[in-house]
């Protein structure tokens, strides 16, 4: 079946240090979206990317997605203790347009 | 704006009882999804429905049923609760079509034990 895996599943960073989250799918995209989960909540909408290598940008937080699109990324740079939460990414797939969720990257931040 | 709103917030039930989790949401979204997420894990797809009169299976549908007879409803039904159903549900509705498509936005989440 179509699959969305994500690595890695736990990020432990030192606050200002840079991270990066990684999304592959077994089947090409229509869109893929990235999600943030804080503690205890819901997933809320970050970013939808929608072309072939393309790649976004909000502050701190840059969103690539493959040119082939069955890959995306989330870097972020000094990371804040505002950061904490669990990342997702989604991927739209063609043929159903089902939204299938990757696993998650959970971060962790030491001050 | 109400968005998507799920009922109830808490349960538990004992095993063997049934309970239905209800979805309703005010965007008139066409795409509604259920989405299961155990302790530290991912959300899974349950079912999921394209518009009102049709859903389809996600990739852990057993042991639910849905239905989606207005484009604003989606609840979510559970026969004969098992302790593996333990976990916190979500509802989430998107607007798609082949030229377009949004977020997903979510409910609350429905946080449910099964003993």
């Known amino acids: 079946g179509q699959q969305v895996m994500q690595i890695p599943q736990y990020q432990h960073v030192q606050e200002g240090e840079d991270f990066t989250t990684y999304c592959n799918s077994s089947t090409t995209l229509s869109n893929i979206q990235w999600y943030k989960q804080r503690p205890g909540g819901h997933p809320v909408f970050l970013i939808q990317?929608?072309?072939?290598?393309e790649v976004k940008k909000q502050k701190r937080l840059t969103f690539q997605f493959g040119e082939a699109k069955k890959n995306s990324s989330l870097h972020i740079t000094a990371t804040q203790t505002t950061d904490v939460g669990t990342y997702f990414c989604a991927g739209l797939h063609r043929n159903d347009y089902k939204l299938s969720f990757g696993a998650g990257t959970t971060v962790t931040v030491r001050a | 704006n109400a968005g998507v709103t799920q009922t109830p917030k808490f349960r538990i039930l004992k095993i063997g009882q049934s309970m239905t989790l209800q979805c309703t949401q005010d965007m008139n979204h066409n795409y509604m999804y259920w989405y299961r997420q155990d302790p530290g894990m991912g959300l899974k797809l349950i079912y999921y429905?394209?518009?009102?009169?049709?859903?389809d299976k996600g990739e852990v549908p057993n042991g639910y049923n849905v239905s989606r007879s207005t484009t604003e409803d989606f609840p979510l039904r559970l026969e004969l609760a098992a302790p593996s159903q333990t976990s916190v549900y979500f509802c989430?509705?998107?607007?798609?079509?082949?030229?377009?498509?949004?977020?997903?936005?979510f409910g609350q989440g429905t946080r449910l034990t099964v003993v």
């Open positions: 990317l929608v072309k072939s290598g």
């Open positions: 429905s394209v518009g009102a009169g049709i859903t």
């Open positions: 989430a509705s998107s607007y798609v079509t082949e030229a377009l498509n949004t977020e997903a936005f």
